[in-house]
């Protein structure tokens, strides 16, 4: 995937997510960046469970990723003492 796709996928996973988890989001910018590395989180957590990860811009990569993203979101504010 090319990084248009990438930052299109986290922007959109990173924007779901924040919605799922917590209800408002972070910032755009913060969204993007927790959105990309969700998908990369969630493509490597399916990976290691024998699963599938990441295929490319669909809607089972974009599940993925929302995953991966939520994971990300939990730990972010766990560490930024907001949970």
Known sequence: ????????????????????FVG???GMLLD?????????????????VGATGITGFNIYSMIVAIIGAVVVLWLYHMI???G
Not at 1 to 20: E, Q, T, Y
């Open 80 to 82: 930024a003492g907001r």
């Open 1 to 20: 995937m090319g990084i248009i796709a990438w930052i299109v996928l986290g922007l959109i996973a990173g924007f779901i997510a924040s919605k799922i």
């Open 32 to 48: 993007i960046v927790l959105g990309i590395v969700g998908a990369v989180v969630g493509g490597y957590l399916f990976t290691a």
């Open 24 to 26: 408002s989001g972070q």
